[in-house]
């Protein structure tokens, strides 16, 4: 993918063109990591593609900004008790009880606003850091699917077919939908409030009747999710 600029004022925002075949509409996306994507249909020129990112410099300015401030208040993770990590929204203190009489095997607990990693043996950094991954992992597993079979109802009722879920660590996207049917959500979405996981489940399985970010997409989403917009802004702003 060959990279482009625009200028918006004294900004330069750099951007990646996708050809999308099923694609009859440009689309944009701002991605955690700073990544701008212009999704594009087949034979789009170059002025067009321009002129719709110019359009939109002011918005991608400030999905960009965001994603830096979340970059700046997020410190590297150290694993060591006294540090703060989310769950559903919620922020819990870590607290790593190693060496711990009648304890058999590792495990990780939520307990009175505090996280508990607890072991018999000793907790190097590392090794928290991969029972908590562990744990995210499976807690996101659990509610993702619970979640799914509460929003699917209104897409079962039109006919469509429950997609697969899987689950795994993504470093710029919420989640995404296959043409196979096959819904990918990121682990780490597990850490924002219930409502905003509605929101991306909802977003994805909205794909099951538009596939790509099209006025009659939009239309759909709100008709099945009426605040999305608040919810989406709220997820946004969740992790800063």
Partial sequence: MKERTVCYGDEVINFEVVLRPARKTLGIEVHPDGSVLVLSPVGCDEATIYEKVQLRASWISRQLAMFS???????????????????????????????????????????????????????PPLRVKELLRRWYLGRAREIYDAVLTQVFDTFERQGYEKPRLSVREMRSRWGSLS??????????????PRPCIEYVIVHE??????????????????????????RKQRLEEALL
């Avoid at 993770?77 to 203190?93: A, K, M, W």
């Avoid at 099951?208 to 605040?227: I, K, P, T, W």
């Fill in 69 to 123: 401030r979340f970059e700046r208040h997020t410190a590297p993770r150290q694993y060591l008790s006294g540090e703060s990590h989310r769950y559903l929204g919620r922020q819990y203190r870590l607290r790593v009880l190693a060496d711990e009489a009648g304890v058999r095997k590792e495990q990780v607990k939520l307990t009175r606003g505090e996280m508990l990693v607890i072991a018999p043996g000793k907790l």
């Fill in 179 to 192: 043409p196979s049917g096959q819904m990918t959500l990121n682990s780490r979405l597990v850490q924002a």
């Fill in 205 to 230: 399985l909205c794909h099951l009747a538009h596939r790509d970010h099209s006025q009659e997409f939009y239309l759909l989403l709100g008709q099945v999710m009426s605040d999305w917009q608040a």
